[in-house]
């Protein structure tokens, strides 16, 4: 009997049993709704319905904005890991592996060289997943070196932040990164390229202090969390109650502080017509085929993901 119990019956189960991924579905923030994650995925991490924007991983907006989903990812400089051998509750170097294994990225930023209907153009995303979007050393670095290539390349710069501010196990390092940025921003100014910043939810901290609420253009996504201190802290230090929908991406809008507010599913057209805009270029027909190979190895490598003859799944 104790056989039948615990060997033939278990093996069964196995066999019976089917594996349930965790995020088959998802549950919609706004409205509660359950949602088939492949159908968000398809509709660029957008709930049908209720139109609320889902955090968006980098390799997912690259896709979503270069032509053909097919780009060259940017050699970015080796940074020391763990500057300050900091630990709190565990080793911050241990936090690092972690994240890198939780996003398959290097580090929080990821910078790309590519098409946008048909015109150059570097485009770097912050990833929430990695620790965050904080801003340390190595994010400070991909951000300068994609603004050092525009400027050679002389093409536009683009920049979707999302951030909870700079990282704390850096300390004075990381908040070195923020007038390191900023000094970038002003090397595309002195070249007269165009600068473009779009604020995803959430954008907070070091990082709106500095690059962020720097571009010529000034876009956010709806419903993004846009902010230096959090509401809850204001609050405190003024001792007032913050107006309904305060460091929201359409509260800033109607004050001044953000250009325009778009939806994801226009996000690529609206960046393609500010460029032609900014750099006075008249628009091409885009044609359904891989991007031209780009000779550059000292600026850029190629990453498997983005090879032209293989855009990515």
Not at 150 to 171: H, L, N, Y
Request: hydrophobic share 45%; glycine share 8%.
């Amino acid at each position: 009997m104790n056989w039948l119990t615990n060997v033939v019956r278990p093996k069964i189960r196995s066999i019976l049993r089917r594996e349930t991924p965790e995020n088959l579905w998802i549950k919609c923030p706004d409205s509660g709704q359950l949602v088939f994650y492949k159908d968000v995925e398809a509709n660029q991490f957008v709930i049908p319905g209720s139109n609320y924007h889902m955090r968006m991983g980098a390799v997912a907006r690259l896709k979503s904005v270069f032509d053909n989903e097919t780009w060259y990812d940017i050699a970015l400089p080796d940074v020391t890991a763990d500057p300050l051998k900091f630990r709190d509750e565990r080793k911050y170097a241990d936090r690092i592996k972690d994240a890198r294994a939780k996003t398959g990225l290097n580090d929080a930023v990821k910078v790309g060289y590519g098409k946008l209907e048909g015109a150059g153009v570097v485009i770097a995303v912050q990833d929430f997943d990695f620790m965050g979007g904080s801003l340390g050393m190595a994010a400070g670095e991909a951000i300068v070196r994609g603004l050092e290539l525009a400027v050679e390349k002389k093409s536009p710069f683009i920049v979707f932040a999302a951030s909870g501010g700079a990282r704390m196990q850096e300390g004075i390092l990381s908040l070195m990164q923020m007038p390191r940025t900023t000094v970038g921003v002003q090397m595309m100014r002195e070249a007269k390229l165009p600068y473009i910043v779009v604020l995803t939810n959430p954008t907070t901290g070091g990082v709106t202090a500095s690059y962020a609420m720097l571009g010529d253009v000034q876009i956010a996504e709806p419903g993004a969390l846009i902010g230096f201190a959090g509401a809850r802290v204001i609050e405190q230090t003024i001792r007032e109650k913050l107006p309904e929908g305060f460091q929201r991406a359409e509260y800033l809008r109607d004050h001044g502080m953000v250009d325009m507010v778009v939806h994801r599913h226009e996000m690529r057209s609206t960046l393609a017509r500010l460029c032609r805009l900014l750099t006075k270029s008249p628009a091409i027909d885009v044609v359904s085929k891989p991007a031209p190979v780009i000779t550059d190895p000292a600026q850029i490598v190629q990453a498997p993901e983005a090879v032209p003859a293989a855009p990515h799944a």
